[in-house]
């Protein structure tokens, strides 16, 4: 059985954040356990799924917005310092102890990306643009106005409640089941700090011409720049024909029919804009995203001079804030590092995003939403595998206030 189980030692540590509260530098010795199969490699051990606060016992007399709220933002009944102790005691279960010092000081309105869906409502207009809820008396599916979550971004609202109003006057029906017919679905919609906004709206063709389907975008058009809806003032305006759930720019082109073709964002006072376009990825919560970047920078003074592999790089947002350290960073290192590993110069120290099978990465920085997910195979590989990567330190960041999840980062030395 002692073969059956090896022992680690984590030196947790939390960067001093100017914007957060300030509590003395601590350094905090944590054990955990992880179990290796013999002569089997490593065998994940059954964990506890992460729990949600516990609904009311009245749940169901609820009103519809108290109901949404408790699936949206399950965290929303507490206080931000109670929801930072809640996260605490779930955090104990994957390495690592909570403190204040991640805490973020906007909580409310944070989302800079919001998707709406389109379906029947609770008082029967099958046209309301909100966020899916079951009723749990008839097992129906029910479409919610968002406008009280916490997390939503005013703007994110607004313009979500005018497109309600658009597809109101549009003598199409929305899509709810892609085999019943009906064509407006779902809106996106993207804002950056300054406001700026670009809504992108999903429509299923079905038997329409596109000379069909030209008159109905025009009309969105319209409305959004000459119409109520113009009250939004949008940025951009995209559109995509889809007849999948989801599908990338190349399965199906976002077609640009208003405005500019990206929004742009300013990240650590770089000067430089982050460009965001209809598909790109970015955090939804950019000032939390800061202090993530921050605690990367910190947690990598040690290959400072060396090289950055950017793997999965989105926006490529962690690359450019940790270039002033680094000699060199390549981005999509998952695409371009097997041509590169014959010429890649390690002198310096290299840092990898992911888990790379490479013996020349020296230091593996891992950051998961969901570290007690799928990334926890990853976790338990590289832990159980003696003459590769051990855990020196991990660092969580409260990016998603009032929901029951946070970012981890974890370091890992050969």
């Not at 993207?190 to 975008?217: C, D, W």
């Amino acid at each position: 059985m002692s073969h059956a189980y090896k022992t680690m030692r984590l030196q947790l540590t939390w960067p001093l954040l100017k914007q957060i509260i300030i509590i003395p530098k601590t350094c905090f010795s944590y054990s955990i356990t992880s179990r290796c199969a013999v002569n089997t490699g490593c065998k994940l051990v059954k964990r506890r799924k992460e729990r949600k606060p516990r609904l009311p016992a009245d749940w169901h007399t609820l009103s519809w917005e108290e109901r949404l709220a408790d699936n949206v933002t399950p965290l929303w009944r507490m206080s931000y310092e109670e929801q930072l102790q809640w996260k605490q005691e779930q955090q104990n279960n994957i390495l690592l102890e909570m403190t204040k010092q991640l805490a973020q000081d906007s909580i409310d309105g944070y989302h800079n990306k919001s998707t709406f869906s389109v379906n029947r409502g609770v008082v029967g207009n099958p046209k309301t643009a909100g966020f899916y809820i079951s009723n749990g008396k008839t097992d129906n599916i029910d479409c919610v106005h968002g406008d009280h979550l916490l997390n939503m971004s005013s703007k994110h609202k607004m313009v979500a409640r005018h497109y309600e109003d658009f597809i109101h006057l549009s003598p199409l029906k929305p899509c709810r089941l892609f085999h019943d017919g009906g064509h407006w679905r779902e809106i996106t919609i993207r804002t950056n700090s300054a406001g700026h906004t670009m809504p992108i709206v999903y429509f299923h063709p079905q038997t329409l011409t596109p000379e069909e389907i030209g008159v109905h975008k025009a009309a969105l058009v319209e409305y959004f720049t000459q119409g109520p809806g113009a009250v939004c003032q949008l940025d951009s305006l995209y559109f995509q024909e889809t007849t999948m759930t989801r599908c990338s720019h190349e399965q199906s082109p976002y077609q640009l029919l208003h405005g500019q073709s990206h929004i742009f964002e300013e990240v650590l006072g770089f000067g430089e804009m982050f460009r965001i376009s209809a598909d790109s990825f970015f955090q939804v919560n950019r000032g939390a995203a800061e202090t993530l970047y921050k605690t990367l920078a910190e947690l990598n003074r040690a290959c400072v001079g060396g090289t950055l592999l950017d793997v999965c790089c989105g926006t490529g947002a962690i690359g450019i804030s940790l270039s002033p350290q680094m000699e060199r960073v390549i981005g999509k290192a998952e695409v371009v590092l097997p041509n590169l590993m014959a010429t890649l110069n390690c002198d310096g120290g290299l840092t990898a995003g992911v888990n790379p099978s490479r013996a020349a990465i020296r230091r593996l920085v891992y950051i998961s939403c969901k570290p007690d997910g799928e990334a926890m195979r990853n976790f338990r590989g590289l832990c159980c595998s003696s003459d590769y990567k051990t855990p020196t330190m991990a660092v969580p960041v409260d990016l998603f206030p009032h929901t029951p999840h946070c970012e981890l980062v974890l370091v890992f030395e050969r």
